[in-house]
């Protein structure tokens, strides 16, 4: 484990991110393939694997209030706010309403065989997505996976041509690698300043990824990216239905701060993209900086509660579930 005792931890880790990434940004052009396909030199072979310690400064969380029927509630104060960590509560010391801030949104579309019949459909009402939501100040990157993960924008951009030209050209693909799907994708938004969003189409099916759940989950985490899963079910009662898939991404969707919608038809695919859209319109800012602890915990979790308001008690919060300590060696 490295420790970085000299410079400010955010510029160190600035730095180690701009370093870290010069590879696995390359992998992740057109026609690159999935993490952990290419065949590594005998010099990385050697490498041995780290961890850095981050010295976490202030803490962003993005928290999301809705009302009973799921609708985003604005107009809440600072004062409405009661922030915890591990149990402890923490001052909060900087607060904003979000919908000014730039977004960058990466779109992962499953192109596997199993959701070939509905690709045109989801492909059609992303684009519609794109058009409502990205503004010139914000960025969205267009991905397909099945067997292979393809970035198909070059980067982040506010292109709306080029984002549609892309989703025009992702590929169909036989397998599912939707893991190391979220995998790349977190890598690729780590960096990125503001808030940051995955929104992932699909059936739910991992078949052959290279990283596991638990590698896909904690990569979003620490990109601090919100996952928004749109669970396409072609045939609700369906026996060859994903389910255990489904689950895994309704947890990393409430793990992430963000959520999950089913769709079954081109409607619905078009409700889940405009209820995205609104919540991205109608989010918090909390940061804080952590009180010292005695002890060292790897994983610190956050609980965010709304208070002061007549209806709080059957508001909705959501938030990441807390943040990681130590970071991932990438």
Not at 46 to 70: C, F, I, M, Q, W
């Amino acid at each position: 484990m490295r420790k970085l005792a000299t410079c400010h931890p955010v510029a160190c880790l600035f730095l180690f991110v701009c370093c870290s990434w010069g590879g696995v940004l390359r992998a992740q052009q057109p026609g690159a393939s999935q993490a952990g396909s290419a065949q590594a030199t005998p010099a990385q072979q050697s490498r041995p694997e780290t961890t850095l310690k981050v010295d976490v400064n202030l803490v962003n969380v993005y928290v999301t209030v809705t009302d009973a029927h799921g609708s985003p509630i604005g107009g809440l104060t600072k004062e409405n706010f009661v922030l915890n960590e591990d149990g402890h509560e923490q001052k909060i010391a900087v607060f904003d309403r979000e919908s000014a801030l730039p977004l960058s949104i990466a779109l992962a579309v499953d192109t596997s065989l199993s959701t070939r019949h509905d690709l045109p459909l989801e492909v059609a009402s992303a684009k519609r997505f794109a058009h409502d939501i990205v503004r010139p100040i914000d960025g969205l990157s267009v991905y397909g996976f099945s067997e292979v993960v393809r970035e198909a924008t070059h980067g982040f951009t506010p292109d709306l041509k080029q984002i549609d030209e892309s989703l025009d050209h992702i590929r169909l693909g036989a397998a599912t690698a939707l893991y190391d799907a979220i995998y790349l994708v977190s890598r690729a938004l780590d960096k990125r300043k503001g808030r940051k969003v995955i929104v992932l189409i699909t059936d739910g099916g991992d078949t052959i990824s290279k990283v596991d759940y638990k590698q896909a989950v904690r990569a979003a985490q620490e990109a601090e990216a919100m996952v928004y899963s749109i669970i396409v079910v072609p045939i609700e009662s369906s026996a060859g239905r994903e389910t255990g898939g489904e689950h895994a991404l309704i947890q990393l969707s409430e793990d992430t701060g963000g959520k999950y919608y089913y769709a079954t038809s081109m409607a619905q695919l078009d409700e889940a993209f405009h209820k995205i859209s609104d919540e991205l319109r109608t989010q918090y800012l909390l940061a804080y900086y952590p009180l010292q602890r005695a002890s060292f915990s790897e994983f610190r979790r956050i609980e965010v509660k709304v208070v002061g308001a007549p209806e709080s008690p059957a508001y909705r919060v959501r938030h990441r579930a807390g943040y990681y300590t130590v970071k991932s060696d990438f």
